[in-house]
């Protein structure tokens, strides 16, 4: 999903662009419109603040598939980028599913384009193939399994020993689960921008001027950084971990989103983002971050941009899905 979308696509897609009376409580319209609605807000960690704050459900990529598969809700607001909406719109093809900003995409998602990895697997048969739920329906749709962050080592282990494993997209969480299962995986070559950013240089540093701080990464980080964590986790992971670790202070190698939740679970902890290899001192994902509480507001009050699924694509999508909320559920 691209960023650079002309105003006639943008259009197509069903945007209304509308300046905002800067007057409008904009958390009191939220609710009002959720009310009158019935519509529920779904956000995952990597969200601005304020929109965290006005989510009926904050969580992980695991969290917020299994949230969405049980709503009842009219109407799904996904504040998160495109692929989890369209996770939530195969969970619940009745209801309807907006997002603030259509163009909220994913670089991992899009490292994995559906012609090539139709190669690539025709390239691997009789293998199982399991892919991250940070992909496109058209990957899904060629999936046996689809798996998140939390997750990935139980999907994996799901599957006979003798049985060979393609994984997808994620390289790094791949190398990950690998080394954590024994299992001999075969990696589609794919990363996300956000978490292959980490200077190694940098965090070493950092590390010895707060000796006493725990260093904690996501499993999208590539190998040299994760070697130096003394937790790996999914987003829901690292906040659990903060939360319960008797440290006081924490650098986090993921998304800076999650450090809200962070300091606001822990208030009297410490939490240092870890240093990227760029300019800029942010770790934001310039993707999650299209979405603000004004395009809420507007997505909410327009009903649009609708997310759907191409119905070729939709069985085969929905089966692994299905399958992984299975395997998670025992
Ligand atoms: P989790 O929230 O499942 O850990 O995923 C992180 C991520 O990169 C989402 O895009
Ligand atoms: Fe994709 Fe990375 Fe952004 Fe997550 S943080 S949405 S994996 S680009």
């Known amino acids: 999903m691209s960023i650079l979308l002309s105003e006639t696509e943008l259009q197509r897609q069903g945007y ?26 779904l956000a995952h960690y990597y969200q601005d603040s304020d929109i965290q704050d006005i989510a009926d459900y904050i969580g992980d990529s695991l969290g917020l598939a299994q949230e969405a598969a049980k709503t009842k809700a009219d109407m799904i607001v996904f ?16 209801r309807k599913v907006v997002m603030p900003d ?57 599957v006979a020993k003798d049985t060979p494993i393609i994984f997808a997209p994620d390289k790094n969480l791949g190398a990950w689960v690998q080394k954590k299962t024994g299992r001999n995986l075969v990696l589609w070559d794919g990363a996300c921008m ?24 996501h ?62 001192a942010c770790n934001d994902c310039p993707h999650m971050k299209l979405n603000t509480l004004e395009k809420v507001y507007l997505c909410m009050k327009h009903e649009q941009p609708e997310v759907n699924i191409d119905p070729a694509l939709f069985d085969a999508a929905l089966r692994p899905l299905q399958r992984m909320l299975e395997i998670s559920a025992k």
């Open 194 to 217: 956000v978490h292959e950013i980490f200077s190694l240089e940098k965090i070493t540093k950092l590390k010895a001027q707060h000796p006493e701080a725990l260093f904690i990464a």
């Open 16 to 41: 209304v662009h509308e300046a905002v009376d800067p007057r409008i409580d904009l958390f009191e319209a939220i609710q009002d419109l959720k009310a009158r609605k019935n519509a529920v807000i």
């Open 79 to 94: 504040a998160g980028v495109h692929f989890m909406a369209e996770t939530a719109k195969l969970l619940n093809p009745g």
């Open 219 to 280: 499993p999208e980080c590539e190998e040299a950084v994760l070697k130096l964590a003394d937790f790996i986790g999914s987003t829901t992971g690292l906040l659990n971990f903060t939360r319960e670790n008797s440290a006081k202070s924490f650098i986090v190698a993921t998304e800076s989103g999650i450090l809200h939740q962070m300091a606001k679970a822990s208030p009297d902890k410490t939490f240092i983002p870890a240093p990227p290899n760029n300019n800029c």
């Open 102 to 158: 259509f163009r909220a995409g994913c670089s991992l998602a899009d490292s994995c384009p559906p012609e090539a990895f139709r190669q690539f697997r025709e390239a691997h048969p009789g293998h199982v193939v399991i892919s991250y739920i940070n992909c496109t329906a058209a990957i899904k749709a060629q999936s046996d399994i689809i798996c998140t962050s939390s997750n990935a080592i139980k999907v994996v282990e799901s």
